[in-house]
């Protein structure tokens, strides 16, 4: 059962076929016509309402079933940047979806416009969902956002999610608590740097204790939160892990000792999103989840893209994942999720996935630019591109311009790599026939001659 901000209780998603609570159409009365001027007679929207609802840590299969009922049901979703696209593909057809960013760009707005945002939606008589990355109440200000509605007069509903803070840990086999090791864990934001007017994390207690520590949004403070715990009396051995990208196929871990781990991860290029984790149980790697598809027996042919394609490997054996860790960008020309994603993931790969252009009555339409892959393109998070196609290949040209020097390209075919050519497009590896597996491969040949120079 969901408690609402406005304290009603909510048993369930609203019906698609009955009343939705603040979003079920009213006629207006007789007399003097509709308060808002329009026709008496016609259909007057009464105050929307909003659902704060947690993605996840990035892992969509641990999206909760009722965050994922609304946004199958959402008029507006209000999407954090990091937020995945496999994630974004369970929001309806016909919804608008608005992206907030918290890094320099285009994309930033500060929390109060946010906040207005959500309020004038609802207002406007909208169901929005304002998805944001982990659990809306764990360090990412959801609870701004609930009193904002409040004080506006808007329902606001909280759908709690997976915090990284925990599920990144585990996605590393580190387990926060254990017995005769740590009985009591703390989370903290490493947004502010130790000693900051405005911190409220006592770092010298946290560095006087034995708890575990897990800091969120810490990366780019991270020598100076581990010289506040030294200084606060943890020892210098202390084990540390850093989970980048954690619960993606682009996960990575970092673990090193108190004293090392800063230049340990400026050395190993590691940015945010990163989870830090200190402590005794840093140091334990008991169960480690499979990151990717499940097990499963192979794809039938007309899953497979063209004949003769082979078999779907096992996922999750090392030999079987030579993506693992990295991000490709799969520019799509249709709406529909593609099967070339999901191969790359089969590999390890974090595929993302993005419409650059869409069928049209005469000609391809081109699709309006992704923020989302405006803000990977401009900080370097995407290391390789796969083109299934020509018109993939000229749409992202011309939708985000140049690519980064050091990004690989692979491509089906001559025509393509023709085109890449032509927008000024370096390829790195072309594949030997149509069809997703051998753009696959042509991925992983790009990548191996990258590691091998």
């Known amino acids: 059962m969901t408690t609402s901000c406005h304290g009603q209780r909510e048993g369930r998603v609203p019906s698609s076929g009955g009343s939705v609570a603040g979003m079920n159409e009213v006629r207006g009365g007789g007399g003097d016509g509709a308060a808002d001027g329009s026709d008496p007679g016609g259909p007057v929207r009464a105050p929307g309402e909003v659902w704060l609802v947690g993605a996840g840590p990035g892992d969509p299969g641990l999206l909760t079933i009722r965050g994922r009922e609304l946004l199958g049901r959402a008029d507006v979703v209000v999407t954090d940047r990091l937020v995945s696209a496999e994630v974004l593909a369970f929001v309806r057809p016909g919804a608008e979806i608005i992206y907030s960013g ?52 808007v329902a606001c509903t909280v759908v709690p999610g997976v915090t990284s803070a925990f599920a990144a840990p585990a996605y590393a086999g580190i387990p926060v608590t254990h017995r005769g090791i740590a009985q009591d864990v703390a989370v903290v934001s490493g947004h502010l740097p130790p000693g900051h007017l405005e911190s409220t994390v006592d770092w010298a207690a946290l560095g006087a204790s034995r708890m575990t520590v897990v800091v969120l949004m810490g990366i780019a403070r991270l020598a100076e939160i581990a010289a506040a715990l030294l200084e606060g009396g943890r020892s210098p051995d202390t084990p540390v892990a850093v989970i980048e990208r954690a619960t993606t196929p682009a996960q990575r871990i970092v673990r090193a000792t108190l004293d090392a781990v800063a230049v340990d991860a400026i050395a190993l290029g590691v940015r945010s999103p990163a989870v830090v984790v ?41 030999t079987d994942r030579p993506l693992a860790g990295l991000r490709v960008l799969v520019p799509r020309t249709r709406p529909r999720p593609g099967l070339l994603a999901a191969r790359l993931r089969a590999l390890g790969a974090d ?3 993005t419409v650059v252009s869409r069928p049209g009555p005469v000609a391809d339409v081109e699709a309006e630019p992704d923020p989302r892959i405006v803000e990977e393109l401009r900080h370097g998070d ?42 000024d497009i370096r390829v790195d590896a072309v594949a030997s026939e149509p069809g997703i597996y051998p753009l696959a491969a042509a991925v992983i040949a790009a990548v191996t001659a990258a590691r091998s120079r």
């Open 278 to 318: 200190i402590g005794d149980v840093a140091a334990r790697c008991d169960a480690v989840p499979q990151i990717g598809p499940p097990v499963g027996p192979p794809v039938g042919p007309d899953e497979r893209g063209s004949a003769g394609d082979g078999p779907t490997p096992t996922a999750g054996s090392v």
């Open 351 to 353: 595929a993302v996935e």
């Open 102 to 153: 918290k890094s320099a760009g285009a994309l930033t707005r500060t929390q109060e416009d946010l906040n207005a945002l959500l309020v004038d939606r609802a207002l406007a008589g909208h169901l929005v969902v304002r998805l944001k990355g982990g659990d809306p109440f764990v360090l990412g200000r959801g609870g701004e956002e609930a009193e904002a509605c409040r004080l506006a007069g």
């Open 382 to 423: 995407l290391h390789a591109v796969a083109f299934a196609s020509s018109t993939a290949a000229r749409a992202t040209a011309a939708l985000y311009g140049p690519l980064p020097a050091g990004i690989l390209v692979a491509v089906v075919g001559g025509r393509t790599a023709a085109a890449c050519q032509r927008a």
